[in-house]
């Protein structure tokens, strides 16, 4: 039976920790959450019924700094996939050398049933559940998947008229609210960075090189744009309502448009429709799932004709999937750097907060592109001295990391 994804990434975890030969004791204590928190919620929606909902936060690691995750609204949202994200966070905070822990929330609900009244209602009896475990260094909330500035912006203000006037206490906000230059784009052109760097390495350029996504919000859009500006060929897209190809590559900008003005980049006149299905098993050289998770599995990794993978979404490779692709010479960039552009200029935001500045753009990108080249030389390193992948040599850097501070701090 295929693993669940908590169970995926304790997978990849073992694998780290055999290869640093960790005893028991100090395995349990970095894979344990410290604390799971489970939540209901009722609002009045405005028909004058109401509504209940369940919300999650899990904080998993705080040794390296307060925790920090983002927040997903989705139907699908449920204790393990919380679990297994939180945990995600606490390696990948690590790896980007970030001073974070890791979290991650949800609520179980189809934001696209609510009106926008009914989100904000919901979006501030979360935070009066969770407030008194959440603070600007205790626990550091962020968009995720159907969250995005609007919501932290009312997290921010519920949470302020709680506890006083507190910015750092969530990132991605609008910019009017205390948010940073940079921060909407840095999840895609945190890929770019580590796309680029992992071509790099094996002699190869961004330019011609051909690109399939499947996924066009925040982070598919944003990577789409920066590859086609980095002369790249981004020759696929797709998104829930379908996709387009076009060999010799898309014509980005004219598409963005398209998909600003109708939702999607289905009929997109200048290109072939195209399944999501069909998107996958694409001949191109890098693949970018940059949707939901676990949509690489044992069912198509050995349909997938791409020679790198990119994973712009969190945890879209299963572990029996990332075995083929490892058994087939697929590289995988792993989610746990390639998308840290994110929660790296979350920091800058928080930084940008709690010292009452504000960073230019430029400033923002460069120190961006520092800490993801910093990265992947740490990863680069590990490779070589375990003889390993790109994804356990990411997860043994991470957990490295995670062991010495756990360590110096005292383990119970």
């Known amino acids: 039976m295929a693993m669940n994804a908590y169970q995926t990434t304790n997978h990849y975890l073992e694998r780290a920790f055999e290869l640093l030969a960790l005893p028991e004791r100090v395995r349990t204590a970095l894979i344990t959450p410290s604390r799971e928190i489970r939540v209901e919620l009722i609002i009045e929606l405005d028909d004058g019924s109401l509504g209940h909902y369940i919300g999650y936060r899990v904080q998993h690691d705080d040794s390296r700094g307060p925790f920090k995750g983002g927040l997903r609204y989705h139907p699908d949202v449920d204790l393990d996939e919380v679990r297994s994200l939180a945990s995600l966070m606490t390696w990948k905070t690590a790896v980007v050398d970030v001073p974070f822990g890791g979290a991650k929330g949800g609520i179980q609900v189809d934001p696209k049933q609510l009106s926008r009244r009914e989100l904000e209602r919901l979006t501030r009896r979360f935070v009066e ?11 550091i909330p962020a968009p995720d998947m159907n969250t995005n500035p609007q919501v932290m912006g009312w997290f921010f203000d519920e949470y302020s008229r709680r506890c006083g006037f507190s910015p750092a206490v969530v990132t991605g906000k609008p910019l009017e609210l205390h948010g940073s230059l940079g921060r909407d784009a840095a999840t895609g052109r945190g890929c770019l960075f580590a796309v680029r760097e992992v071509l790099g390495a094996a002699g190869k350029k961004l330019e011609g090189t051909t690109f399939a996504i499947q996924g066009f919000g925040n982070v598919g859009s944003w990577l789409a744009r920066l590859l086609h500006a980095a002369g790249a060929r981004v020759v696929a897209v797709s998104d829930l309502r379908g996709g387009v190809f076009k060999g010799d590559g898309l014509d980005i900008p004219s598409l963005a448009a398209h998909a600003r003005t109708t939702g999607s980049v289905a009929d997109f006149v200048y290109a072939e429709p195209l399944s999501n299905k069909d998107l996958l098993q694409i001949e191109c050289d890098v693949l970018v799932p940059a949707a939901l998770g676990h949509v690489l599995h044992e069912g198509n990794a050995r349909d997938i004709r791409a020679k790198y993978v990119l994973e ?36 800058f935001e928080w930084t ?36 390993c992948s790109l994804r356990t040599a990411a997860f043994v850097v991470g957990v490295r990391r995670v062991k010495e501070a756990t360590e110096l701090r005292g383990i119970g």
């Open 129 to 139: 559940q969770i407030s008194p475990v959440i603070g600007p260094n205790t626990d």
């Open 312 to 347: 712009a979404a969190n945890g879209p490779t299963t572990a029996e999937a990332d075995q083929i692709f490892n058994d087939r010479g697929i590289v995988c960039i792993p989610d746990i750097w390639a998308n840290s552009g994110g929660v790296t200029v979350s920091y």
């Open 352 to 387: 940008q907060n709690t010292q009452k500045l504000k960073w230019s753009e430029e400033l923002v990108n460069e120190m961006l592109e520092k800490h993801i080249v910093q990265a992947h030389r740490a990863v680069a390193a590990c490779m070589e001295e375990y003889k």
